[in-house]
């Protein structure tokens, strides 16, 4: 099994800043992960991405978090972090971590899981 831990959510005052941490780990050795993410749902409304990275380091933001958030990965810890900076009141939801690809060594033997999500963490933004 492959899971993702996240940490760091809370409640911060408008203009505030936060960083999430999401660490994946398995019962086996993981050997590499394609996609890592962040996404983060609202109350009634949809899950949607608010960035990703690639094992390569490649980076996309969703264009409201634009030039405030800046998510970044540690290969080597399996780990991806999201720098929240500005906190705005719209940005309050709960935010999920994803991995896409991930390739582990089980007794032995390569398996892949191709989307694993973390429980998620609480974001609140409020004064």
């Known amino acids: 099994q492959v899971q993702l831990v996240e940490s760091g959510g809370g409640l911060v005052q408008p203009g505030g800043s936060l960083r999430l941490s999401c660490a994946a780990s398995?019962?086996?050795?993981?050997?590499?992960?394609?996609?890592m993410g962040w996404y983060r749902q609202a109350p009634g409304k949809e899950r949607d991405v608010v960035a990703l990275?690639?094992?390569?380091?490649?980076?996309s933001y969703a264009d409201s978090v634009k030039g405030r958030f800046t998510i970044s990965r540690d290969n080597a810890k399996n780990t991806v972090y999201l720098q929240m900076n500005t906190l705005k009141p719209e940005d309050t939801a709960v935010y999920y971590c994803?991995?896409?690809?991930?390739?582990?060594?089980?007794?032995?033997?390569?398996?892949?899981?191709?989307?694993?999500w973390g429980q998620g963490t609480q974001v609140t933004v409020s004064s």
């Open positions: 994803n991995a896409e690809g991930v390739v582990a060594v089980v007794a032995g033997t390569r398996r892949l899981w191709r989307n694993v």
């Open positions: 990275i690639s094992s390569r380091g490649s980076t």
């Open positions: 398995g019962t086996g050795s993981i050997f590499s992960i394609d996609v």
